[in-house]
């Protein structure tokens, strides 16, 4: 079975652009979860989506957002991107994850380079 | 609030010692702990996670951890190092509060292992 796949994996964009980036789940999985990984803050939870409806955020400003579609798959758009932007995005999945013993499986991520 | 530590942000072993990798954890309800694996340019990997049960919990490549509730910690063990374990290890919760699939991970250990 194929792993959770993000694109692209590395981005350079320059300050206030927007940019949207991709997360395919494992197949029949239906959670989807979105991380920021940078040196300074570290691992950080951006929110979740579940049938298309987000289920749970972070404390990130309104310039980040997400959706999901019918067949799972994700997106995450940031808009003015801002130079601390600059960070590894990691998307997890998992089946329905309504409880810890459903397992989160993650991406390799997208390396964003805010210019 | 939910919140994790981890002692050390470097840990250096030889190849055949004992690694240990330190975790606390702060938590007002029970706690759903775990450690994850992170390699260079890849995603995170669960190696093991404790939930409810057994205290000792064994995971993937010779890790186990114990939940010692009265001390707040879940520490990281392995035997015996292998040149194939050097990457950086994070201490993540999760529980009812936050949401199961909102975890909060700590700063992470990069573990070394010379010859």
Not at chain 2, 53 to 65: C, H, P, Q, R, Y
């Amino acid at each position: 079975k194929a792993g959770v796949t993000q694109t692209p994996r590395y981005l350079i964009k320059t300050r206030g652009q927007q940019v949207t980036l991709s997360c395919s789940p494992i197949s029949g999985h239906r959670s989807v979860s979105w991380y920021q990984q940078t040196p300074g803050q570290g691992l950080q939870f951006l929110f979740e989506y579940f049938s298309e409806t987000q289920r749970n955020k972070g404390n990130f400003p309104g310039r980040f957002s997400g959706r999901q579609f019918s067949n799972s798959r994700s997106e995450m758009n940031v808009s003015t991107l801002e130079l601390g932007d600059s960070a590894l995005y990691l998307c997890a999945s998992s089946l329905e994850q309504v409880g810890p013993q459903d397992t989160q499986y993650f991406g390799p991520g997208t390396r964003l380079t805010v210019l | 609030a939910q919140s994790v530590t981890q002692l050390g942000s470097h840990v250096s072993v030889s190849e055949g010692a004992l690694v240990l990798l330190r975790c606390n954890y702060s938590s007002s309800v029970p706690p759903y702990l775990f450690w994850y694996v992170q390699y260079p340019n890849q995603g995170l990997q669960l190696l093991l996670k404790y939930t409810t049960g057994a205290t000792l919990v064994k995971g993937i490549n010779g890790f186990e951890a114990e939940f010692k509730k009265s001390e707040t910690s879940f520490h990281l063990t392995k035997p015996s190092a292998h040149m194939s374990d050097a990457a950086e290890y994070f201490c993540a919760v999760s529980g009812p509060s936050g949401g199961y699939n909102k975890l909060i991970f700590g700063a992470g250990t990069r573990l070394a292992v010379h010859p």
